[in-house]
């Protein structure tokens, strides 16, 4: 079962093909912990479990996080339980994070699949964002100047999505996905067990 990590800066369009991912069967989307004000759209513990600084703190104290990291001023996580469970009852859990966190996923699990979505143009993605209008004229702002230094970074991926077509976007996830787990290392326990007959 894979860990797949999708990042992308703010606007990239990778919220919407996490969303159409998990419409497949093999999936399980790794919900994250963050101190970031709630937006008038999103639900707590289905979007993000939302929490206060000393919350997210106590959550870093008890070690219930498989990475971390600081944006914008807030704090985002992964919790740790639900990703272990996920792996063991035979799913494929994607995590949509951003890349400090996609860096330290890949650090405890050299496996992980880390794909960067990307949008087909800058300009699109300030489009994208202003159109969404969620933030304030000085987020957009600073999660566009972040969003710079994310793409700079683009080379610790494994894959670069173009997000020109979202379809296309997700078959092309699905068949990375299906071609990661025909990878001859991947595949060691069924030929040991052939050998083995
Ligand atoms: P937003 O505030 O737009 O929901 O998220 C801001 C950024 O934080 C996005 O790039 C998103 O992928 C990332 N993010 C969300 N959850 C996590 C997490 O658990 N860990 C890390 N490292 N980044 C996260």
Do not use: W
Not at 4 to 19: E, R
Not at 42 to 69: A, C, N, R, S, W
Not at 97 to 107: F, R, T
Not at 156 to 178: G, P, S, W
């Amino acid at each position: 079962m894979l860990r797949v990590v999708i990042s992308g800066p703010s606007g990239s369009g990778k919220g919407t093909i996490v969303q159409e991912l998990i419409k497949y069967k093999n999936y399980k989307l790794s919900i994250s912990a963050t101190t970031r004000a709630k937006r008038k759209t999103e639900e707590d513990g289905v979007h993000y479990f939302f929490k206060t600084i000393d919350e997210f703190k106590q959550m870093i104290e008890q070690d219930e996080l498989l990475e971390y990291t600081e944006f914008c001023g807030n704090f985002y996580g992964t919790p740790k339980s639900f990703v272990d469970k996920t792996i063991q009852d035979g799913f494929d859990i994607l995590l949509e994070i951003e890349v400090n966190g996609a860096l330290n996923i890949k650090e405890k699990y050299h496996d992980a699949i880390l794909i960067f979505i990307i949008p087909p143009t800058f300009t699109k993605l300030k489009d994208r964002l202003i159109q969404r209008n969620t933030e304030t004229t000085e987020v957009i702002n600073y999660r566009l100047t972040r969003a710079k230094e994310e793409l700079k970074l683009f080379k610790e991926y494994d894959y670069i999505i173009v997000n020109d077509d979202l379809d296309q976007a997700i078959k092309q996830i699905n068949t990375i996905v299906e071609s990661e787990k025909l990878r001859s290392f991947r595949q060691k326990e069924v030929i040991e067990k052939m050998l083995n007959n």
